[in-house]
């Protein structure tokens, strides 16, 4: 298994600011990733967070609005930036020990853009 | 785009009852995955398939995959208010990453 802590939990910004969540695993893991998950929706990955290289990002989302770090096996930041109302979700943090292998999931942060 | 799609999207039901969620693409999956998903927290896993035609339980939880993996249902018998939540099938398609359905949302009342 692997344990999870995202921080923050919840966060209300203002437009136009940016905000960074944290991604703590408590065991290093080879794959990581974001995913977004608008109200009543399912989930979108954002990228995949490589250790000590660019992140991977999915079709939508691009590194300037969204830039990931990964400085260790066990920690990760995404940053949504010049937020807007449109950006307001759930941000979740996932890791994979293997690939395709169960995959465990931060419990989310909940971001409303004002 | 691996496109996957669940229904129904929505379920109210009374506890007690039986209930059956569907998960479904026009591809073959390499693995599926049913996860649970509570309000305020990440989705967990509930069970792996892997081989077409297989069945697995987990309590009152039965998961079936289709015979030509590409279609996946989930099987709730004798529902619980603790059974309430949103249910994501996440499919595996080799070499690439996870891609999750839209989700059931079940609801079950006492």
């Known amino acids: 298994s692997a344990v999870i802590s995202q921080k923050p939990s919840r966060d209300i910004c203002q437009r136009g600011t940016s905000l960074t969540i944290q991604c703590q695993v408590d065991?290093?893991?080879?794959?990581m990733f974001w995913y977004r998950q608008q109200p009543g929706q399912s989930l979108t990955l954002i990228a995949t967070?490589?250790?000590?290289?660019?992140?991977?990002?999915e079709s939508g989302f691009v590194i300037d609005k969204f830039p990931i770090s990964r400085p260790n096996l066990t920690f990760s930041t995404l940053t949504v930036s010049n937020m807007s109302p449109e950006d307001s979700s759930i941000y979740l943090c996932?890791?994979?020990?293997?690939?395709?292998?169960?995959?465990?999931f931060g419990q989310g942060t909940r971001l409303t853009v004002v | 785009t691996q496109l996957l799609e669940q229904s129904p999207q929505f379920l109210s039901i009374q506890e007690g009852e039986n209930l059956t969620v569907y998960c479904n693409s026009s591809?073959?999956?390499?693995?599926l995955q049913w996860y649970r998903q509570e309000p305020g927290e990440g989705p967990v896993l509930l069970v792996t398939?892997?081989?077409?035609?297989e069945v697995k339980k987990l309590k009152r939880l039965t998961f079936q995959f289709g015979d030509a993996r590409k279609d996946s249902s989930l099987h709730i018998t004798a529902a619980q208010p603790g059974d309430t939540g949103l249910y994501l099938c996440?499919?595996?398609?080799?070499?690439?990453?996870?891609?999750f359905g839209p989700g059931t949302r079940l609801s079950v009342l006492p």
């Open positions: 398939v892997v081989t077409g035609g």
């Open positions: 065991s290093q893991v080879t794959m």
């Open positions: 996440a499919g595996a398609f080799h070499g690439q990453n996870f891609v």
């Open positions: 996932s890791v994979e020990r293997q690939r395709n292998t169960e995959a465990f």
């Open positions: 967070a490589n250790q000590g290289s660019e992140a991977t990002y």
């Open positions: 591809s073959v999956f390499s693995s």
